[in-house]
């Protein structure tokens, strides 16, 4: 029954399962069979094939996907690295059966394409007939269509296994399919397949529990308490007020009852004030648990991850948390990117060369959801003969010298995740009209490709120059700097910065033997004017620490820029005389002159006077 069929005998046997005659097919593929005659009226002397969307019609259900993407596409490329040589290609497609990712051997593509695997074509049972994704969506469960199991005799060729994926409420999201050309004829061959699969969509769930419920406690659980720490069968999330706020799918079935929304002592016999007591913190064996309805079950309670702090009624995630040591503009800067960074808005760093863009705009991918790569390029670091093809990738054999397999290139390598481009005012004309069309048709043109490949990425850029000067002078496209100015963050100098000490100190800690310094030359650092900003701080410190070998370095380690001081300038004159003025009152003083106190006396201590 494994084989590829003739076309009257299989016609024929799915016509007698539709009217209820038994056959050696799983039960599942029986109950798509008649589900696909008696209820969505297709004939399967029919051969129809996947319907293949336009490239309009793919950029809606990937803007409608754009969660269940930045969901799985981890868990995708993970289980990819391990079956990539066994012919093997793996599709993500959503709640309507569309594929909305496709990772497979790009030599196989000519072959992928014409039995539909690609991005854009759709698989709804109601459509194509007895299939993985179809058949999966239609009755939520796992399911392996093997070879002649498909209902539409051209595709008997294939086997595909599929799993569903669902958000953290219990909704279908998606499927994920592992489909393979010509795999073997028993169906056997793909019971691994499937364990593996169930295994995949088990982990992408579990991450994505973690993921949106950082401020909740998460119970995982198992039958047995062998693997609960390193893959647990389900888990649930709590929430501070003791009801069960998300779920993995599994959590149903280990549990056989609904379970989001309802308070955690109605489903186990435990007072979820104790759920501390099931940490590894205070339990070194894995817990157990009492059914209310009966049964017992092996659970670890994880914490919940350090509250976000609160600033304005925006919680603020730890990584823009990190970004500074109290400063008030960066404070203000760190604010408004929590506000953006799981909407769809282009941000520009705006600031001197060396003020810790790129390092801000780290911090903003990891506060945010998505879960692609964070790739960053500079604009003015590379030929302009390379930028193209090193933003945009290029077929195989595009040009002389291209690699033979092609090259994805950066955009591509960010799908899912977030592109930072950096010094972006300096990037050629020609690039800036190919990078719009990414922006706006949400897909990249590799050189020398015929088709487009959509793409899913969020745009940071930055730029030391002033863009819209640029544009002004015909330097800088206008209209792809309105659709990269959604919103401008200006990022101070170090000089400007009140929490100069705390960053000296955590780059000073960061450093390669954790240097530190004397109080004088503490002193001194703390009067420098940093012109090259936080790369000046780095390049000190890494000098300090391969100088002085784990002893404090003093002034005469330091650069000789640093090591002479200061030199007063009118600005710090002005403020010495309103010291005067003030008694020495450095509060006042900062005061009247509009300034924070510690800018103020570090200003001072330019000048070599400090008051009290």
Not at 103 to 115: S, T
Request: overall charge negative; proline content about 5%; aromatic content about 4%.
């Amino acid at each position: 029954m494994g084989g590829i069929p003739e076309t009257g005998t299989h016609v024929l046997e799915i016509f007698r399962a539709a009217e209820g005659e038994l056959t050696r097919r799983d039960a599942d593929v029986l109950e798509s069979w008649r589900r696909c005659v008696n209820q969505h009226k297709l004939d399967p002397t029919r051969h129809m094939g996947p319907r293949i969307l336009t490239q309009q019609e793919l950029r809606s259900h990937l803007q409608e996907s754009e969660e269940l993407l930045g969901m799985a596409r981890h868990g995708m490329e993970d289980l990819y690295r391990r079956v990539n040589a066994m012919g093997y290609v793996l599709l993500l497609s959503n709640a309507r059966g569309v594929t909305v990712d496709a990772i497979g051997d790009a030599e196989l593509d000519r072959d992928l394409r014409h039995a539909g695997l690609i991005a854009g074509s759709e698989w709804g049972e109601q459509h194509v007939g007895t299939n993985g994704v179809g058949a999966c969506l239609a009755s939520g469960q796992a399911i392996t269509v093997h070879r002649s199991d498909h209902f539409d005799v051209a595709l008997t060729p294939l086997s595909c296994t599929a799993v569903p994926i669902h958000d953290t409420r219990g909704r279908l999201m998606g499927v994920l399919d592992l489909s393979h050309l010509q795999a073997p004829a028993d169906k056997m061959s793909q019971a691994l397949t499937l364990e593996v699969m169930k295994s995949c969509a088990r982990r992408i769930e579990m991450a994505n529990l973690v993921r949106n419920h950082r401020e909740d406690w998460i119970l995982r659980l198992n039958p047995s308490p062998e693997f609960l720490d390193v893959d647990p069968m389900a888990a649930v999330a709590v929430g501070g007020d003791g009801r069960i706020t998300g779920v993995t799918h599994n959590a149903h079935d280990l549990l056989d009852q609904n379970l989001v929304g309802r308070r955690f002592d109605e489903i186990f016999a435990y007072n979820p004030e104790d759920l501390p007591v099931l940490s590894r913190a205070l339990a070194p064996v894995e817990g157990v648990l009492e059914m209310q309805a009966g049964g017992m079950i092996f659970a670890r309670a994880v914490p919940p991850a350090k509250a976000a702090r609160m600033v304005a009624g925006v919680a603020l995630p730890a990584p823009l948390q990190s970004i500074h040591g109290g400063d008030p503009a960066m404070a203000r800067l760190a604010e408004r990117a929590a506000k953006v960074v799981d909407r769809k808005i282009s941000v520009i760093l705006r600031g001197e060369t060396g003020t810790g863009k790129e390092f801000i705009a780290r911090a903003m991918h990891q506060s945010s959801r998505r879960r692609g790569p964070f790739v960053a390029i500079n604009c003015a670091a590379l030929p302009e003969s390379l930028i193209e093809s090193e933003l945009f990738g290029y077929a195989p054999n595009a040009f002389t010298g291209a690699h033979a397999r092609g090259k994805k290139g950066l955009i591509r390598e960010a799908h899912g995740g977030t592109l930072f481009l950096d010094e972006i005012g300096d990037m050629p004309l020609g690039l800036q009209a190919r990078l719009l069309r990414v922006l706006s048709e949400h897909e990249v043109l590799p050189v020398g490709a015929a088709r487009a490949e959509p793409v899913d990425i969020r745009i940071i850029s930055a730029s030391h120059r002033d863009l819209p000067g640029l544009v002004a002078e015909g330097g800088f496209r206008q209209d792809l700097y309105y659709r990269l100015n959604g919103l401008v963050l200006d990022v101070p100098p170090v000089r400007a910065r009140a929490d100069l000490a705390w960053l000296i100190e955590r780059i000073a800690g960061a450093t390669e033997g954790k240097v530190a310094f004397t109080a004088k030359a503490r002193q001194l650092l703390l009067a420098h004017d940093w012109p090259g900003n936080v790369r000046e701080i780095i390049n000190t410190c890494e000098l300090c620490a391969a100088l002085c070998d784990g002893v404090p370095a003093g002034p005469e380690d330091l650069p000789a820029q640093i090591a002479a001081g200061p030199v007063p300038g009118p600005a710090e004159a002005d403020l010495q005389r309103l010291l005067d003025d003030c008694g020495g009152n450095v509060s006042e003083a900062a005061r009247r002159a509009g300034i924070d106190r510690s800018t103020f006396y570090r200003r001072m201590q330019r000048a070599g006077r400090a008051g009290r």
